[in-house]
């Protein structure tokens, strides 16, 4: 089976707003485990198709499955068996770190006795344990990063989407936090990233660079860069999407 | 079930974490009813007059007499030029100059009339027109002991007669304003918090991007947005407890009617206007624009057309088509028939009518819009 191997599987997938297609028949698959990096400049459609792989929008025409479900038809599924972590933050900030970690534990249906070990278990390996009881909005952006990507995986979900997880923060806090990417992936859950930092699409194990509403290019970086002739990926993406981040 | 309560807290926390916000919502009623039922009262009460009596005589005396004994005036002193009444109401020492002309029993006596004017400041037309009305009736009260005064007998030809009084009151006889602008307050009050924080909470959710991940988690969206709602009721029903019992211990302005009837009528209006807050989360993308739009759109014609501070009846017909469509006028009309005039719940079943059917449109309209947004 395809679904075995595959966490998500597209096929034409496509979001028309009008007369406008944002999404024009897209079709591409991410292996389970995978660290699956989503390109493109801003407009070429790449929001609005994970906004559709999340169940946030429903697609025009096509196929979507991820982690095993139709996003058409059982978008309910999709959404109990993946994270979601957008560029701003998404948690909290006049919440105290665990009751963050208690409130999105309860969205996702956990048992509070599942919540707390967790909760716990996490902390201490972030580090964080001492500030449990701070509010969000003291602690430094790198932090919430961290904090959010780890709420995002605490219902253990097979998929994590991260839409551009690391804007604005420093160099040393998105290394940090590619070290959790890292780790997510080793345990096993499919990571699919979007970002704007070249450098980290070098980290992917594939990466997709999309260009007004298609897919231009898609494959592993080193491939990629061989592929076009480059030296990094950034000079990749330049000649597909024409320069504009 | 456990998903909604889990949301109920959250939003409970998101309240009483920010304190000053908290403290507000609970205070702001209490404010309101002081503010409005003591500073800015057009009640009339302790005015100061000063008095040019170009007289002297027994029934001037009588007339001056007569305002200062009334609880509405007091005595600030003689004065002989129309300069020094002039300076002394724009200085406000005293808010009316009784003006009596010379001659004045002689005049009465012999032409059956005779002239006082009543000097006041316009500037604030609410409380000269006040003023005036109470002078008036106080000095055209004492037609019988002036005539008496005047050595005419009531049955004596002439009929003098200085100021017939046309006002007539219904169910406020003392004026109190206090009875004009409770219903107002409770509009004014109930609207602000269920419409506009309401609004805001949700709005802000979208601005923070928080909104966002709760769409791509399992919780239902009617989860989310049914859980905003009940902590804003909860603070509403506080609130409206608050203003009644302020408004019975502290204002004096009674229960009339049936207590049963005012709450199910405040209930239904807190459904409207959490329903409007919901239609306003629906178009406003920033907390600003929800601000605004529930502020400007919403507050200045709950202010101005509901009937709050001039009545319906006196405002240009366009403007009182407009005002049919105003939710807080019908509650501000229903809680006047309820709560002044003891009116049984037949003579209000238009305005829970039309208030009812307002918060299903409205309920309707902004699910529709939430739903589209996701298509």
């Not at chain 1, 929001?47 to 979507?64: D, R, V, Y």
């Not at chain 1, 059982?74 to 948690?91: A, D, P, T, W």
């Not at chain 2, 408004?247 to 009339?256: A, N, Y």
């Not at chain 2, 059917?357 to 947004?373: D, E, G, N």
Request: net charge neutral; charged share 20%.
């Amino acid at each position: 089976m395809k679904e075995k191997t595959y966490a998500i599987i597209t096929e034409n997938l496509t979001k028309k707003f009008g007369d406008f297609t944002a999404v024009d028949s897209i079709s591409f698959d991410v292996k389970r485990g995978e660290i699956f990096g989503f390109l493109g400049a801003n407009g070429a459609g790449k929001t609005t198709a994970m906004k559709m792989l999340c169940g946030l929008l429903k697609p025009t025409s096509g196929m979507g499955m991820v982690a095993g479900y139709d996003i058409s038809k059982n978008s309910e599924m999709v959404k109990k068996n993946i994270g979601y972590m957008s560029q701003r933050f998404s948690l909290y900030q006049d919440l105290k770190v665990w009751e963050n970690f208690r409130l999105f534990g309860g969205i996702y249906g956990l048992k509070d006795g599942e919540i707390a070990s967790r909760t716990d278990e996490m902390l201490k390996s972030l580090g964080f344990f001492d500030e449990r009881d701070t509010l969000v909005q003291s602690l430094p952006a790198g932090w919430k990063q961290k904090l959010a990507f780890s709420v995002a995986i605490l219902h253990k979900p097979s998929i994590v989407f991260l839409d551009e997880p690391t804007g604005g923060v420093d160099p040393a806090a998105r290394r940090q936090f590619w070290e959790l990417i890292y780790a997510a992936a080793e345990s096993g859950i499919t990571v699919f990233v979007t970002t704007h930092y070249m450098d980290e699409a070098e980290y992917c194990d594939r990466v997709s660079i999309m260009s007004e509403g298609v897919i231009a290019a898609l494959d592993s970086p080193e491939n990629l860069k061989y592929k076009y002739g480059c030296t990094t990926v950034e000079e990749v993406f330049h000649k597909l999407a024409g320069g504009q981040l | 079930m456990k998903q909604f309560w889990v949301f109920v807290k959250k939003e409970f926390m998101h309240i009483f974490r920010d304190g000053r916000t908290a403290m507000i919502l609970l205070l702001m009623p209490i404010v309101q009813i002081i503010l409005f039922g003591f500073a800015l009262s057009n009640e009339i009460k302790n005015v100061k007059f000063a008095v040019i009596d170009h007289s002297n005589d027994a029934i001037t005396t009588f007339v001056t007499e007569r305002l200062s004994q009334s609880e509405y005036f007091i005595f600030e002193r003689d004065i002989s030029t129309e300069e020094e009444a002039d300076y002394l109401i724009k200085s406000s020492q005293v808010s009316l100059v009784v003006v009596y002309g010379a001659n004045f029993r002689e005049n009465f006596v012999r032409e059956g009339k005779s002239q006082i004017s009543l000097i006041v400041d316009g500037s604030d037309p609410n409380t000269a027109s006040g003023v005036l009305r109470y002078a008036s009736s106080i000095i055209a009260s004492s037609n019988e002991q002036i005539m008496t005064l005047s050595g005419l007998t009531p049955h004596s030809g002439a009929k003098p007669t200085f100021i017939e009084p046309v006002v007539e009151l219904l169910y406020n006889p003392q004026m109190k304003s206090a009875y004009n602008f409770v219903p107002g307050v409770m509009g004014l009050i109930l609207m602000l918090i269920c419409a506009m924080m309401t609004s805001v909470s949700i709005v802000r959710e979208k601005e923070t991007g928080t909104m966002e991940v709760l769409l791509a988690s399992p919780v239902r969206p009617v989860i989310v947005i049914l859980a905003k709602t009940v902590p804003y009721f909860i603070l509403s029903v506080i609130n409206l407890a608050t203003i009644l019992l302020l408004s019975v211990f502290v204002l004096g302005v009674p229960i009339t009617g049936s207590i049963f009837w005012l709450v199910l009528a405040s209930f239904i209006f807190i459904l409207v206007s959490l329903s409007t807050g919901l239609l306003i989360s629906s178009f406003a993308n920033t907390q600003v624009a929800a601000m605004l739009i529930s502020g400007l759109v919403f507050m200045m014609p709950v202010m101005l057309l509901s009937g709050m501070i001039y009545p319906v009846s006196n405002m240009p017909y366009l403007l009182q088509i407009v005002a049919q469509f105003i939710p807080a006028k019908w509650f501000i009309e229903a809680v006047r028939k309820l709560m002044i005039q003891g009116l049984p719940v037949t003579s209000v079943l238009k305005e829970l009518l039309v208030m009812t059917s307002m918060a299903l449109a409205f309920i309707v309209l902004s699910i529709r819009s939430f739903k589209q947004r996701l298509e």
